[in-house]
């Protein structure tokens, strides 16, 4: 079995509840409030800026240089769909940009799903080895491959929820996770037992906060005081 198999098969639980999540098919049918959706983008627009971050340091401590380009670019990609995302979908929902300073966005906007997530992700690509980075980070690009690639064939009658699911459900981004999936199960042969046990925690934890960056959205969640 190949690592990667490994490491689905910890979550294939999990990805089932994502599948049947009110908020993704809500998607596909047409009927998730726009309010759920903008709390989507908004916090999601939020979590990239850290996710960028782990994205940098897993390529810092990559020993290919073939994964240190990869998990670079895609840190930059992270960073590019938080601006289009804003502009985008935010416009399009009638938003305006959250307030920024010079020391970032104000971190009351920064919810408590969100903020959860994004500490488990910087804490394994500090203090974790390369291999629990990996593990940490790979649910975000794996997970919306295959809710895009499933929700595909389905869209949506809404024009703005069919767009979302076309562009994780589309080649492009498609291409990019089977380029991940491939450095993951590279480190197959190279990981200690311990280590892989430690990289499967950290892959199974991120997949729960993936199901319930989506919950936040779909209860509106905010910070109770």
Do not use: N
């Amino acid at each position: 079995m190949s690592l990667t198999d490994d490491l689905w098969s910890d979550i294939e639980s999990i990805y089932a509840e994502i599948l049947q999540h009110p908020f993704v098919r809500g998607l596909t049918d047409g009927t998730l409030p726009r309010t759920a959706f903008r709390h989507f983008v908004e916090q999601d627009s939020l979590y990239l800026r850290d996710y960028a971050r782990a994205l940098a340091l897993c390529g810092a401590r990559a020993p290919q240089s073939s994964a240190l380009r990869a998990f670079v670019e895609d840190a930059v990609g992270a960073l590019a769909a938080e601006q289009e995302m804003l502009a985008g979908f935010g416009a399009e929902l009638g938003d305006e940009p959250p307030p920024a300073s010079g020391r970032g966005y104000p971190q009351e906007l920064v919810l408590p799903t969100t903020r959860a997530y994004t500490s488990h992700l910087l804490a394994a690509a500090y203090g974790g080895s390369y291999a629990e980075a990996v593990g940490a980070v790979l649910p975000c690009y794996w997970i919306y491959a295959r809710v895009g690639e499933h929700l595909l064939a389905k869209s949506s009658p809404d024009p703005l929820y069919a767009r979302w699911i076309a562009a994780y459900g589309d080649e492009a981004f498609q291409s990019v996770v089977r380029r991940v999936l491939e450095l993951t199960d590279a480190l197959g042969a190279e990981v200690s037992a311990p280590e892989r046990d430690r990289m499967r925690e950290r892959f199974v934890t991120s997949t729960r906060y993936e199901w319930m960056f989506w919950d936040a959205a779909w209860q509106g969640e905010r910070w109770p005081v």
